[in-house]
């Protein structure tokens, strides 16, 4: 986890960047899908959808997120690796 000090008495965490393979990404639908389903999870700062390679790109502030992320990501049919 990184931090960024701003001043000497606050911290602001900065996220971190996770690219993962989902082979069943087919289309922009799935794209919008898999964005709709991950915002929404506190600590997912941005996620990125890159049909053409099957790429999935997130970034996060927390671990528990991003394993939060891989699950929901199985849970509606897009497993990664």
Request: charged share 30%; glycine share 2%; hydrophobic share 40%.
């Amino acid at each position: 986890m990184r931090w960024h000090l701003l001043r000497s008495d606050v911290e602001v965490r900065m996220s971190d960047k996770v690219t993962w393979h989902a082979e069943d990404i087919s289309c922009e639908h799935c794209a919008t899908t898999i964005q709709r389903e991950l915002a929404p999870i506190d600590g997912i700062a941005n996620v990125v959808v890159d049909v053409a390679a099957k790429d999935v790109t997130i970034e996060y502030t927390d671990s528990e997120a991003l394993a939060r992320a891989k699950s929901t990501l199985e849970e509606i049919g897009y497993p990664v690796s």
